[in-house]
């Protein structure tokens, strides 16, 4: 906590403007440009706490995530892939999305932002409040939706999980990056596994 993780997210999402620095997605200076520019352009956030419309139903709330102007001509495609990946949702697409599970919460915040057919997609703490077994079941789906074409940023405080399905991984203290590399380099490295997995089998 307090490394800037989320602070960074939302500083390339356009939620907060970057005080120096520039920040390029596919070869352009966003910077400065509104959220709903970027997500047009293929950049969709996912943030901490889902940020979810908890009156609305499951349907609505995946509805909303294809509002770019660009990608509302492909709601009926875009509906049929989000099923497809959770198939929960499908089967409660009527629910009151505030009346989901933590898991099933966590699956339609992912799936909204998966509406808007992004090239990039950010997960900030996807794992948080959920039990072993569905952050288990989370992650699966985070590697299929990399392995369906979708890149993935993920920041994530179970770095044992997080590291076992990144390809690239950096750690962050204090909004500096101290160390990266591969994955399943840092998952190896003693040091990482001292100081932020601790001792695990």
Do not use: W
Not at 16 to 33: M, S, V
Not at 51 to 66: D, K, P, R, S
Not at 172 to 189: C, N, P
């Amino acid at each position: 906590n307090g490394a800037g993780k989320s602070t960074l997210l939302r500083v390339i999402s356009g939620l907060l403007k970057p005080r120096r620095g520039e920040i390029r997605f596919r070869g352009r200076a966003i910077a400065g440009t509104a959220p709903q520019d970027i997500v047009a352009a293929g950049l969709s956030h996912v943030p901490e706490g889902r940020g979810l419309f908890t009156q609305m139903t499951v349907l609505e709330n995946l509805e909303l995530g294809a509002y770019p102007v660009n990608v509302r001509a492909r709601t009926p495609q875009s509906l049929a892939r989000v099923f497809e990946l959770f198939p929960r949702l499908r089967e409660r697409q009527g629910q009151i999305a505030g009346s989901l599970s933590g898991g099933e919460q966590q699956m339609l915040a992912i799936g909204r932002a998966v509406m808007a057919c992004p090239a990039l997609l950010i997960l900030d703490e996807p794992s948080m409040g959920l039990s072993p077994l569905v952050v288990h079941e989370m992650f699966g789906l985070i590697r299929t939706l990399n392995q369906s074409g979708v890149t993935i940023l993920l920041v994530e405080q179970n770095i044992h999980q997080a590291l076992q399905i990144a390809d690239d991984a950096y750690v962050l203290q204090t909004g500096r990056v101290v160390m990266r590399g591969r994955g399943a380099d840092l998952l190896a490295d003693p040091a990482i596994r001292h100081a932020y997995i601790g001792s695990l089998g």
